[in-house]
């Protein structure tokens, strides 16, 4: 079997057009959505990621707001910045981008982004929404996966679901979405004893770990649907994603790609976000 290719970037630029469209009907109405993007410290590839966000702010008309602070920055500075933006009309989605310096306690920081606000659904209380089901900002990462699996067709309702990862950002909340559509989600770790007994049973596998190539043909199942979150560098420092695209890829179903895979999708799931809390905004 050859996989399909699950083109994100294609399914990304499919919702930006719709999501364009909610940026005029809500400009009709006297409301521009407004992102500002909190970046502390000179992370390279902290930089490129709010670049990318300012950019895809800036191609669907939104209005996006760039607050730098160097990395000596004290966290009474950081939380006054965002007890601001809370306060500030023109702004309906807050984010401060990770990591942070270690003398700021990220929690602290997470928690202070008015949860009305909170585009990246990082906020607990938006976690505790989305794990009973009610409406919320969904994790971006996390959502975009979601709409990849829309996209092919397949229904997730009573299959079986290995998440390989466990961090806040990805695994944890993309098993909880699946879970919430009726998969049977099993989470795999770095404390896993047998990997393979689980990930060869999964019907559909998400792979967010941060290992390159790190899942190959045989730890998959013939036919599953093979979603990979993972953005790394090879030996080659060629990017690379946590499956070894070249051999799963000729066993899968349907693959996701990197580049051109999850991806695109966070930036676009951050934007529909922004677009929703603004509607939220006009319609108080
Ligand atoms: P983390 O490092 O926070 O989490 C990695 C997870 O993988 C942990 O739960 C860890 O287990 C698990 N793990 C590590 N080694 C093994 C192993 N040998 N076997 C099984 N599980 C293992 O990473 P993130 O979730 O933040 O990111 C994962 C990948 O996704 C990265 O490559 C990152 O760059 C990428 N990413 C991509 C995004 C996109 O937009 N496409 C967005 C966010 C991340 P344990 O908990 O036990 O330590």
Redesign the pocket.
């Known amino acids: 079997m050859t996989a399909k290719i699950i083109d994100g970037k294609e399914i990304a630029a499919k919702k930006r057009v719709e999501i364009a469209k909610e940026v005029l009907k809500l400009k009709e109405t006297g409301i521009t959505p407004g992102l500002a993007v909190i970046l502390v410290g000179n992370n390279h590839a902290s930089r490129t990621y709010v670049n990318n966000k300012q950019k895809a702010c800036q191609d669907l008309g939104m209005h996006s707001l760039l607050i730098e602070f160097p990395e000596t920055v004290s966290e009474g500075e950081l939380l006054s910045k965002i007890n601001e933006l809370n306060n500030d009309q023109s702004i309906h989605g807050i984010l401060v981008q990770l990591p942070i310096p270690k003398h700021i306690n990220e929690k602290k920081v997470i928690e202070s982004i008015n949860p009305v606000k909170d585009v990246d659904g990082f906020h607990p209380i938006n976690i505790g929404r989305m794990m009973t089901g009610q409406d919320s900002f969904l994790p971006c ?1 996390p959502y975009g996966i979601m709409v990849l699996l829309e996209e092919t067709g397949v229904s997730v309702s009573g299959k079986n679901v290995v998440v ?4 806040n ?3 944890k909340p993309v098993g909880q979405l699946l879970l919430n559509q009726n998969a049977t989600v099993t989470y ?5 004893k047998d ?1 393979l007994l689980h990930t060869t049973q999964a019907d559909i596998l998400v792979a ?4 390159p190539n ?1 899942i190959k043909a045989d730890h998959i199942k013939e036919g599953a649907v093979v979603i990979d ?4 560098r090879d030996e080659t420092g060629k990017l690379c994603g ?1 499956v070894s695209f070249a051999d799963v890829s000729e066993k899968a179903g349907f693959i996701t790609p990197v580049p051109k895979g ?2 695109p999708m ?1 930036i676009t799931m951050l934007m529909f976000n922004t677009v929703k809390s603004a509607k939220n905004a006009g319609s108080i």
């Open positions: 990462t390989v990862g466990r961090s950002i990805v695994g795999c770790h770095s404390k896993t990997l967010a770990v941060g290992i790190f979150v993972g953005i790394n946590d999850v991806g966070t």
